[in-house]
């Protein structure tokens, strides 16, 4: 039984090729996770190069939803926070923490940084982040409360992370991450304490036992699979596809010599293949038939099934196909609510990295206990009163408000907080508006 399991081992490390990272077994050569057959089909819920080779990487449909999705996270607006939800002015937050999120490493950028944790997450299920913490008195002074202030913030991928544990088991308590290929440290190996780590984890009711996160593909393996053959099969047909019809001297009583033929086939060719006959019109001297060779109804199948492949896809994330795409009974109605649909899915990715990284790194190492940072929340109210200010009865109404201040038939108070209820304006610009 040990020698099957390890056979099968080798079998997922690629025989005599260096053991997967993710791969890990205990002193008998057990693994740590277990293939799991249902009706058949083999999953691996720890084989996280699948997912993102296979899945994100292979899949042209995974490959455009899930970048879209981050993107629009990273790009949500963000301030630093109290607990009350009051705006913290920049000027009076910690200088080391604010260069730390604004520039997380020498060669990434917050945006950036933002994206790699989301990425890994909505593929792997899995997202690492690690501090590097500079060698000064301000930093041994911190550590040596349990804190740290950190200089540099990186990203890890699952697949080069092993996670140590108290008692050497899946289930126990993590107090180290060895990371291969890490970033800060030239690419080695290094151990780093639990304590410098962040790591954002899916449930994982696979393998709960686990404190490996189980990635939102898992369930999907047979689809985002049989969606590569559907474009693999879509390229062949086209790469493989040979002559598109057949051209034969009209009526059924004529039969060309083998030596007519193969000087009509080239004299064709020359007349009406290439890229210089583009757009012209072949004139034949003799009567001819065409028969168009079409897509067998097999191949169209897998042509047709594509779009169905899209929506699981946008299934998978919550979001609508119609953004990418899929144009089928799309309105403008349903547009706009697509629109708003990815931008909760993004907001909510967004938050939950927010909150890790607020309770890791914010409160947890800088020791700030009343800061927050985090994605401004949207006041679809206030902005449909800002919309209104642009239409033709809001401008005549702002207009008709400060004439009656001029006319001295309104009260000044009265008209400032007539714009600041309909309008959104701030007190400032109310005055502005109203020349006072």
Same mark, same amino acid.
């Given at each position: 039984?040990?020698?099957?399991?390890?056979?099968? &081992?080798?079998?997922?490390?690629?025989?005599?090729?260096?053991?997967?990272?993710?791969?890990?077994?205990?002193?008998?050569?057990?693994?740590?996770?277990?293939?799991?057959?249902?009706?058949?089909?083999?999953?691996?819920?720890?084989?996280?190069? +699948?997912?993102?080779?296979?899945?994100?990487?292979?899949?042209? %449909?995974?490959?455009?939803?899930?970048?879209?999705?981050?993107?629009?996270?990273?790009?949500?607006?963000?301030?630093?926070?109290?607990?009350?939800?009051?705006?913290?002015?920049?000027?009076?937050?910690?200088?080391?923490?604010?260069?730390?999120?604004?520039?997380?490493?020498?060669?990434?950028?917050?945006?950036?940084?933002?994206?790699?944790?989301?990425?890994?997450?909505?593929?792997?299920?899995?997202?690492?982040?690690?501090?590097?913490?500079? /060698?000064? +008195?301000?930093?041994?002074?911190?550590?040596?409360?349990?804190?740290?202030?950190?200089?540099?913030?990186?990203?890890? =991928?699952?697949?080069?992370?092993?996670?140590?544990?108290?008692?050497? =088991?899946?289930?126990?308590?993590?107090? /180290?991450?060895?990371?291969?290929?890490?970033?800060?440290?030239?690419? /080695?190996?290094?151990?780093?304490? *639990?304590?410098?780590?962040? %790591?954002?984890?899916?449930?994982?009711?696979?393998?709960?036992?686990?404190?490996?996160?189980? #990635?939102?593909?898992?369930?999907?393996?047979?689809?985002?699979?049989?969606?590569?053959?559907?474009?693999?099969?879509?390229?062949?047909?086209?790469?493989?596809?040979?002559?598109?019809?057949?051209?034969?001297?009209?009526?059924?009583?004529?039969?060309?010599?083998?030596?007519?033929?193969?000087?009509?086939?080239?004299?064709?060719?020359?007349?009406?293949?290439?890229?210089?006959?583009?757009?012209?019109?072949?004139?034949?001297?003799?009567?001819?038939?065409?028969?168009?060779?079409?897509?067998?109804?097999?191949?169209?199948?897998?042509? +047709?099934?594509?779009?169905?492949?899209?929506? %699981?896809?946008?299934?998978?994330?919550?979001?609508? #196909?119609?953004?990418?795409?899929?144009?089928?009974?799309?309105?403008?109605?349903?547009?706009?609510?697509?629109?708003?649909?990815?931008?909760?899915? *993004?907001?909510?990715?967004?938050?939950?990295?927010?909150?890790?990284?607020?309770?890791?790194?914010?409160?947890?190492?800088?020791?700030?206990?009343?800061?927050?940072?985090?994605?401004?929340?949207?006041?679809?109210?206030?902005?449909?009163?800002?919309?209104?200010?642009?239409?033709?009865?809001?401008?005549?109404?702002?207009?008709?408000?400060?004439?009656? &201040?001029?006319?001295?038939?309104?009260?000044?108070?009265?008209?400032?907080?007539?714009?600041?209820?309909?309008?959104?304006? #701030?007190?400032? +610009?109310?005055?502005?508006?109203?020349?006072?």
């Amino acid at each position: 039984m040990i020698n099957r399991i390890k056979n099968i &081992v080798k079998s997922w490390t690629g025989g005599s090729a260096p053991k997967s990272r993710a791969v890990r077994t205990n002193s008998k050569g057990i693994p740590w996770f277990w293939d799991i057959d249902f009706l058949g089909y083999k999953y691996n819920d720890r084989d996280f190069r +699948e997912f993102i080779c296979n899945a994100f990487g292979m899949n042209p %449909h995974i490959n455009m939803v899930v970048p879209r999705i981050t993107d629009m996270q990273s790009s949500l607006p963000r301030s630093f926070k109290n607990r009350e939800g009051e705006i913290v002015p920049f000027e009076q937050v910690d200088k080391d923490l604010l260069k730390l999120i604004e520039s997380p490493n020498p060669v990434t950028t917050r945006k950036e940084f933002y994206d790699q944790i989301d990425q890994y997450f909505k593929v792997t299920g899995n997202s690492v982040i690690y501090g590097i913490s500079p /060698s000064n +008195e301000d930093s041994d002074t911190m550590r040596a409360l349990g804190m740290n202030k950190y200089a540099e913030l990186y990203t890890a =991928s699952i697949v080069d992370v092993d996670i140590m544990t108290d008692n050497g =088991s899946t289930n126990g308590i993590p107090v /180290s991450y060895q990371i291969a290929n890490a970033k800060g440290y030239g690419g /080695s190996t290094v151990t780093i304490p *639990a304590k410098d780590v962040l %790591h954002l984890r899916n449930t994982n009711i696979i393998s709960p036992e686990t404190n490996y996160g189980l #990635s939102q593909l898992f369930g999907q393996q047979k689809a985002y699979t049989a969606s590569n053959f559907n474009f693999d099969a879509r390229v062949n047909t086209y790469k493989n596809g040979g002559k598109h019809g057949i051209v034969s001297p009209k009526g059924s009583e004529v039969v060309m010599q083998p030596e007519e033929q193969e000087a009509m086939q080239t004299k064709f060719d020359s007349d009406t293949a290439g890229v210089h006959n583009f757009g012209g019109v072949h004139v034949s001297g003799s009567p001819v038939d065409f028969t168009r060779i079409s897509l067998s109804p097999e191949q169209l199948k897998l042509i +047709e099934s594509l779009p169905s492949d899209l929506r %699981h896809a946008c299934a998978i994330y919550d979001v609508d #196909s119609v953004l990418f795409g899929d144009v089928a009974g799309t309105t403008f109605n349903n547009l706009d609510t697509a629109r708003k649909r990815i931008e909760i899915t *993004a907001t909510r990715g967004g938050l939950r990295i927010d909150e890790a990284l607020n309770k890791w790194l914010i409160k947890g190492n800088f020791g700030l206990d009343d800061l927050l940072y985090t994605i401004d929340a949207k006041d679809e109210a206030r902005e449909a009163k800002v919309q209104q200010r642009n239409t033709d009865a809001g401008k005549t109404q702002i207009i008709g408000i400060a004439e009656s &201040v001029a006319a001295k038939s309104l009260s000044e108070n009265s008209a400032i907080g007539t714009l600041q209820q309909l309008y959104a304006y #701030s007190e400032d +610009e109310a005055k502005e508006i109203l020349g006072l």
